[in-house]
């Protein structure tokens, strides 16, 4: 890209070149700005490093073995990616899943949406300069990273879910963790609120920055908290509610204003309404099977498109299939939430000054190997 | 006989400084800090200056070579100098300066031009964002850094800062509140310290002004910040905490260099603890907290205090 010769009065900016390689940028995305001085003409997201082929390789392995990939698409909300994609294999071949594995998909995934929007709330705090927060979110994340250790085998690309159920049951020690990880969540959120939400700085620097409104979202597809943020009421696990979500008494959190103090009070009492459905889920948790009987070992889906959507931390999350006939997809299509919400950063950060970029960065909650795939 | 005190001052202070900011850091954030080299860490600070001189200066291809060479010499040479002027004790300070002050602060902003050559030289829009905002930064706040210190010049009528150490037989911190707070913010954004660490913030500029430095470059970098955070400290304990007076020790015309280090390390106790709290502001909230209200307030205090004294 040259850069060097406008001939307007653009010839007075310059390009600032930010990631891939940038503190604040988690990952590797990168992004072109044109600056003039500390503002941000045309901010450019560039994508591509850490393209891994998923759904192609997906066109080649019998759809259940394509499991493993979807986790590593968001490495922090991989449980959610299991249980969109097991619940569209069963959708797909007609499976009926027994009550108990629906109820610990949900209290897993809930519990991951949690870790996520710890990991976030952390490392967004370290974007604006506070280096301590994000200390004390990981020190209660990895509760969550422990207990599910124990039940799913691994950290964060979780394997969990399988077509019919999940590979292991939980056990009473799990559950026990899973209650006392509640309350010493619980009593940690009013320091977090003093500490971090109270601080008159944080407010400052988060509060009419990068305004958006309904329509905005609805032009780019952003879903998720960040919609939430404008005031609209969407969540899938209450607008289509799917599993067992229908059976728990939750809220929606939804703040007026759209800019990235909203978003950020959405994700923190999201944190508070998903204890809520995992304390439920452990109250009401029924006994039996967590696997289905007679799940097929070469699972053939019927000719024909599938389509299964859930929520995920940062948004809606699709998954398409379509299917030949045989135990091989012809094409799978994943939709993820971040490549949208990415999509709006050039309308988004036009006219910002740099620090703000990171702000309104930050507020997206992007992860980058869900971008590129 | 001065030059050197100073000269172990400054490499001590940085070695204390460097050690204490790390370990309280870890234990703001639930961890230990450096806990292998020596008991508890204590040699850390030794093994890194060791490691940052043996290290390769890089210097980019397509840096300004000798202004790039210069700026971190010329951010470290000049530090020695404010601390000649700082009456310790009664009997510890090299000279008595009668315009101690402004000669403190003569020098301490000469850090300025290094950090504004550093940041050009390195051939970096990270760098020279960081040296703009530096320059900015530190000119705006000594403005009412200095009208705060001048309302205490008027009281005692004296640029000596031995004068005004003499001068407080109540310290100025009660007499003279308003100017304390000022220059306490003052004191934050002049030593670049968070919240008000724009030149390097770290998650907008990668590493500011001092990105493309290696090796000792980057150490005389962070040394030099450390001595301003020194001097700063200590111009607010013989300002406004009555300097080394105490409780009498024995020797006390040498000793009272106990209760200055004391006091001043207690302010940099103060900016550690702020920078592992609190988050970075944003560029034109700094400007705006500096003319709109620390300006009008220190105007309005020195104007106050004018009127008084002449009562």
């Keep these: 890209m040259n850069v060097d010769v406008f001939e307007d009065e653009r010839q007075h900016h310059f390009v600032l070149n930010m990631g891939p390689q940038h503190p604040s940028t988690h990952g590797v995305l990168r992004i072109l700005l044109e600056m003039d001085g500390e503002y941000v003409l045309d901010p450019q997201p560039v994508l591509g490093y850490v393209h891994r082929c998923h759904e192609r390789m997906g066109e080649f392995k019998p759809a259940k073995a394509f499991m493993p990939n979807v986790a590593r698409m968001d490495y922090l909300g991989a449980l959610i990616y299991n249980q969109g994609y097991a619940m569209l294999l069963e959708r797909a071949a007609g499976i009926e899943v027994p009550k108990r594995a629906e109820y610990i998909r949900v209290i897993t995934s809930e519990l991951n949406r949690i870790q996520s929007h710890l990991l976030w709330y952390g490392a967004y705090l370290l974007d604006l300069g506070a280096f301590t927060p994000i200390m004390y979110t990981f020190d209660d994340r990895e509760h969550i990273l422990d207990m599910l250790e124990d039940v799913c085998g691994s950290r964060l690309t979780y394997c969990y879910s399988r077509v019919g159920g999940v590979c292991k049951d939980i056990d009473d020690k799990f559950i026990e963790r899973a209650r006392a990880f509640i309350e010493r969540l619980r009593s940690r959120f009013p320091m977090y609120e003093d500490l971090v939400n109270g601080n008159v700085i944080v407010q400052k620097r988060m509060q009419n920055v990068g305004e958006y409104t309904p329509e905005l979202c609805a032009r780019f597809g952003v879903t998720g908290p960040l919609l939430r943020a404008t005031g609209v009421e969407y969540d899938l696990r209450k607008a289509e509610p799917y599993s067992v979500y229908s059976e728990f008494d939750f809220e929606i959190p939804t703040e007026k204003k759209g800019d990235a103090w909203a978003a950020f009070n959405v994700r923190f009492r999201e944190m508070e309404q998903s204890l809520r459905i995992v304390e439920q889920a452990l109250d009401k948790l029924p006994d039996g099977e967590v696997m289905a009987p007679k799940v097929p070992k070469k699972l053939k889906l019927p000719q024909g498109d599938y389509n299964c959507s859930v929520e995920a931390p940062r948004g809606e999350l699709s998954y398409y299939l379509v299917s030949d006939g045989s135990d091989t997809p012809y094409r799978i299509k994943v939709r993820t939430p971040s490549y949208s919400n990415l999509s709006v950063v050039p309308e988004l950060c036009k006219g910002m000054m740099i620090a703000d970029v990171v702000t309104c960065m930050g507020a997206l909650d992007l992860v980058i190997p869900e971008i590129d795939r | ?311």
């Design chain 2, 1 to 311: 006989m001065a030059v050197i005190g100073a000269a172990v001052l400054i490499f001590g202070n940085a070695l204390v400084m460097g050690y204490m900011e790390r370990k309280l850091a870890g234990h703001y954030q639930r961890r230990t800090g450096p806990m292998e080299v020596g008991f508890h860490g204590i040699l850390q600070l030794v093994a890194d200056g060791i490691k940052l001189m043996a290290k390769q200066l890089i210097i980019p291809a397509k840096a300004d070579k000798p202004l790039f060479m210069l700026a971190p010499i010329l951010s470290f040479a000049p530090v020695f100098l404010p601390l000649l002027v700082i009456p310790f004790s009664d009997r510890i300070q090299a000279f008595d300066l009668n315009v101690g002050l402004l000669f403190m602060l003569a020098i301490a902003s000469v850090n300025v031009l290094a950090v504004l050559m550093g940041g050009w030289a390195s051939n970096n829009k990270y760098s020279m964002f960081g040296s703009f905002r530096a320059v900015a930064q530190s000119i705006a706040y000594e403005i009412p850094m200095l009208l705060s210190l001048l309302a205490i010049v008027f009281m005692t009528n004296t640029f000596s800062l031995r004068g005004v150490m003499e001068a407080q037989n109540v310290w100025f911190i009660f007499l003279q509140p308003v100017a304390f707070l000022i220059y306490l913010v003052c004191m934050v954004a002049e030593t670049n310290r968070a919240p008000f660490d724009l030149p390097e913030a770290e998650s907008e500029l990668t590493a500011g002004f001092h990105t493309e430095y290696s090796g000792m470059g980057f150490s005389l970098f962070m040394m030099a910040e450390y001595t301003h955070m020194l001097i700063a400290s200590c111009i607010a304990t013989v300002f406004f905490l009555g300097g080394s007076s105490g409780f009498p020790l024995p020797y006390f015309e040498y000793t009272g260099i106990i209760w200055f280090l004391l006091k001043a390390y207690a302010f940099m106790f103060f900016l550690v603890w702020i920078r592992w709290t609190f988050p970075r502001t944003r560029f034109d909230q700094l400007m705006n907290l500096c003319w709109k209200y620390l300006l009008p307030f220190s105007l309005v205090n020195l104007l106050i205090t004018v009127v008084v004294v002449k009562l």
